[in-house]
């Protein structure tokens, strides 16, 4: 079955980059997604690459995909205390346009 | 702009009792409606979701159950909790690209 696998901790120093690793199974994946989620808050759309494109980049934020490895990341250039969060990997597959499966979140602990 | 509101943002309930956790969206019209729950460290899992006003699918056998009265209101219930419900709540909308999440339940069951 569909299925999305992501780290569960990654510390960095504040200044340095973060890079978050997701891989998912599905092949079909139409979309692939980063969401932000800080403490007790709903999730928050981050970016968002289509499954035809291999990087996109949103000024601090830059996502790669592999598409034939099923390998998402997500890199956060100069990180900062307030990226500190949990940051989810999701991808919207390709049958059941309604289904989005998410990772289990990965929690970046930015340090000063 | 589209906006989504959910409440109460925490609840204590005890194991029995009745749920009721509501969700309505602003801004939009037939959007795509998802009920989903975070347990503690584990990621999102998709409970329900709604395409259109009384049409609800469920993903997950289990003791929620979900309604869809008006086109912009999205309703979670249970007739009696289980601690095992116990979970960060999250509704969301969509019109097809991402989600937009709602702030959030945390419903706790004693």
């Known amino acids: 079955g569909e299925d999305v696998e992501q780290s569960l901790f990654l510390s960095v120093r504040e200044g340095d980059s973060s890079v978050i690793n997701c891989t998912y199974t599905?092949?079909?994946?139409?979309?692939l997604y980063w969401y932000k989620q800080e403490p007790g808050a709903g999730l928050q759309l981050l970016t968002y690459i289509f499954s035809n494109m291999d990087m996109k980049q949103d000024q601090r934020l830059t996502v790669l995909l592999n598409k034939k490895d099923k390998h998402l990341s997500l890199r956060i250039a100069d990180t900062q205390t307030g990226d500190s969060a949990i940051y989810f990997c999701a991808e919207r597959t390709g049958t059941g346009g309604f289904k989005t499966i998410f990772g289990a979140g990965t929690r970046l602990f930015v340090k000063a | 702009s589209q906006t989504i509101h959910q409440w109460p943002a925490t609840l204590v309930q005890p194991v029995g009792s009745p749920l009721s956790l509501e969700c309505t969206v602003e801004g939009t019209s037939n959007p795509n409606l998802y009920w989903y729950r975070q347990a503690a460290g584990r990621g999102l899992q998709l409970l329900f979701y709604?395409?259109?006003?009384?049409?609800i699918s469920s993903e997950v056998p289990q003791n929620l159950s979900a309604s869809r009265p008006q086109d912009r209101q999205f309703i979670l219930s249970s007739k009696k909790l289980l601690l095992s419900d116990s979970g960060f709540y999250l509704c969301?909308?969509?019109?097809?690209?991402?989600?937009?999440f709602g702030s959030g339940t945390r419903l706790t069951v004693v």
């Open positions: 599905d092949s079909s994946s139409t979309y």
């Open positions: 709604s395409v259109g006003i009384g049409q």
């Open positions: 969301a909308w969509s019109e097809g690209g991402g989600y937009t």
